[in-house]
């Protein structure tokens, strides 16, 4: 009698143990649930007076350098079948100069005025043509306005051509490859042109 009253003890712990952890799943899926519909946002849900939508989040892309997760601001309107996204965003980002060559990190805080059309807007025109007032302008597919996608063509924009770690960056030596910020260079600023010198060497030969 004793040992069944354990056995169902323990299947009672057990019970209680799976139960604690199914909770526990439920409740992280829903986390998940919330971070990924913060990043995606339904346009059909847009309220007439608009939505605030503030996240940190981090970004993994080839082509950006992120220190510091993406901290985002931002108020969604939607005019019809436009969406009109306004607010900020700051990050670090981690660059090579162009000069140097070596990496150096700087703060990126964007402001932003996205103005976005559906895609089927475009359906029944043979082309479109990207105007000068249109450069802000964006494309969501559905239903659907992924801030992800938005927020890695923020930060590219802002990346330069050629980055600089400091206006006043010397660069490298050409020769030698030397820094020139930490002090100066040994081979000297100019190469001697050899044509040059067989030509002193002809003169010289000439007048003896």
């Known amino acids: 009698m004793n040992l069944r009253k354990g056995v169902l003890a323990d299947v009672g712990v057990v019970k209680s143990i799976v139960c604690r952890f199914i909770a526990g ?66 990050t670090s980002l981690e660059m090579e100069c162009s000069r140097c060559l070596k990496d150096f990190a700087e703060e990126r805080n964007v402001a932003m005025n996205v103005v976005f059309h559906s895609l089927e807007e475009l359906k029944g025109e043979e082309k479109h043509e990207i105007k000068r007032d249109e450069l802000d302008m964006g494309f969501y597919r559905g239903d659907m306005l992924d801030l992800r996608d938005l927020l890695e063509e923020q930060i590219l924009l802002t990346i330069p051509m050629k980055p600089l770690c400091s206006e006043g960056c010397r660069g490298i030596c050409p020769q030698c490859g030397a820094d020139l910020n930490t002090g100066s260079c040994t081979c000297g600023e100019k190469r001697t042109d050899q044509r040059l010198d067989l030509l002193k060497k002809l003169l010289v030969d000439r007048k003896e």
């Not at 350098?65 to 700051?90: C, Q, T, Y």
């Open 25 to 90: 799943l439920a409740f992280l899926s829903k986390i998940m649930y919330c971070r990924e519909s913060t990043m995606k946002i339904l346009v059909s849900d847009i309220v007439e007076e608009g939505i605030d939508v503030e996240f940190e989040e981090t970004i993994d892309r080839d082509e950006l350098r992120l220190l510091l997760p993406v901290k985002a601001s931002l108020h969604i309107e939607r005019v019809k079948d436009e969406v009109l996204v306004r607010g900020s965003l700051s």
